[in-house]
């Protein structure tokens, strides 16, 4: 079954890589755990389901498989569109130490290269420096703005918390079990949108209504809406954005500039065009080191979780 929406980058990139397990082995493979068999025993998942996974990262051009040399067994390797995420996994990592009492995000050691220099990355308007806050952003139509036909059959969210992952590199686990369904993050995007009552989410995210119910609960149960009453007979409520909603931004928006440069089938351009409205420019999220401030890229930092390294001592 189908549905239509409009065009956006962030469900694009959402309906390839917002999978809970999707985002776990992609993050594995990042630290570079590339074995089907490490995966498997790192995340705790099922063989059936890792298999299918792997499959589908395959066949989005997210991960590349190394055949079989000798004895040895295929191995999985990021691409240059995987690889592209970095700034993403950083952003996941700076909300999830910056809400949550995480150990092993304590334990999370960044040196970019160009430095010398322990920071924590930062996301900022290109243009002006000031930080990116999606409080202050205005969004216009851009010159790929049209209808995505999107497939209505999605896997259902995993009822396995990330907390049962067994892998101590699971550095943002919050997140992964916030975004790890693709309904529950296209939500809190629409919210970005200025979207407060139930209504309006529903007319965007034409889904049934107790799978979009059941995901406004949750968003309020693990804090990133809060309800406010706005009608008393009967009672009704809207939706709002706690400061660890919009906390979220800096994530979104790295996905958002993923899905413009990587999800774009028909080539029209992006979808949608965001102003800051600090200086009136279009905004394009810049991840900066906070001690020196210049741009971070994967290949000029170092990225280890000292905890790891002293378990194997």
Same mark, same amino acid.
């Given at each position: ?20 397990? %999707? ?8 630290? $570079? ?29 997210? @991960?590349?498989?190394?055949? #079989? ?27 999830? !130490?910056?809400?949550?009492? &995480?150990?092993?995000? =304590?334990?999370? =050691?960044?040196? *970019?290269?160009? %430095?010398?220099? *322990?920071? &924590?990355?930062?996301?900022? %308007? #290109? /243009?002006? /420096? ?13 010159? $790929?703005?049209?209808? !995505? ?31 790890? !369904?693709?309904? &529950? ?9 200025? @979207? /407060? ?7 965007? @995210?034409? +889904? ?6 059941? =995901? ?51 080539? #029209? ?12 420019? &279009?905004? *394009?999220?810049? +991840? +900066?080191? !906070?001690?020196? $401030?210049?741009?971070?890229?994967a290949h000029e930092v170092s990225f280890t979780i000292q ?7």
């Amino acid at each position: 079954m189908e549905f239509t929406t409009r065009a956006s980058s962030i469900n694009r990139a959402l309906d390839q890589i917002g999978d809970k397990w %999707c985002l776990l082995i992609l993050q594995e493979v990042f630290w $570079g755990i590339t074995s089907f068999s490490d995966i498997l025993r790192e995340i705790g998942i099922s063989r059936g389901v890792l298999s299918n996974r792997l499959n589908w990262l395959q066949e989005k051009e997210c @991960l590349r498989k190394r055949p #079989a040399d000798g004895s040895r067994h295929p191995t999985y390797h990021l691409t240059r569109k995987s690889v592209d995420l970095y700034h993403n996994a950083l952003m996941a990592v700076v909300w999830e !130490d910056r809400y949550f009492d &995480t150990p092993d995000i =304590r334990a999370v =050691r960044l040196v *970019h290269g160009l %430095c010398g220099k *322990h920071f &924590t990355p930062r996301m900022e %308007c #290109a /243009h002006c /420096h000031l930080d990116a806050d999606g409080r202050d952003v205005v969004y216009h139509p851009g010159p $790929g703005a049209t209808r !995505d036909v999107r497939d209505k059959k999605v896997r259902r969210r995993s009822s396995l918390s990330v907390d049962d992952v067994p892998s101590a590199r699971n550095v943002y686990r919050n997140l992964v079990n916030l975004i790890g !369904d693709r309904w &529950t993050a296209n939500v809190i995007a629409l919210a970005f949108h200025g @979207l /407060h009552r139930f209504d309006e989410f529903h007319k965007e @995210l034409p +889904v049934a209504t107790n799978i979009l119910a059941d =995901r406004m609960r949750f968003l309020v149960a693990q804090g990133i809406f809060e309800t406010r009453p706005y009608q008393h007979r009967p009672l009704r409520h809207d939706y709002h954005l706690t400061d660890q909603g919009w906390g979220l931004f800096p994530w979104f928006l790295t996905l958002l500039q993923w899905g413009d440069k990587w999800c774009d089938p028909s080539g #029209a351009g992006r979808p949608m065009r965001l102003e800051h409205t600090r200086c009136g420019e &279009t905004l *394009h999220g810049r +991840v +900066v080191c !906070d001690a020196c $401030g210049d741009e971070v890229f994967a290949h000029e930092v170092s990225f280890t979780i000292q905890a790891l390294e002293s378990r194997a001592q």
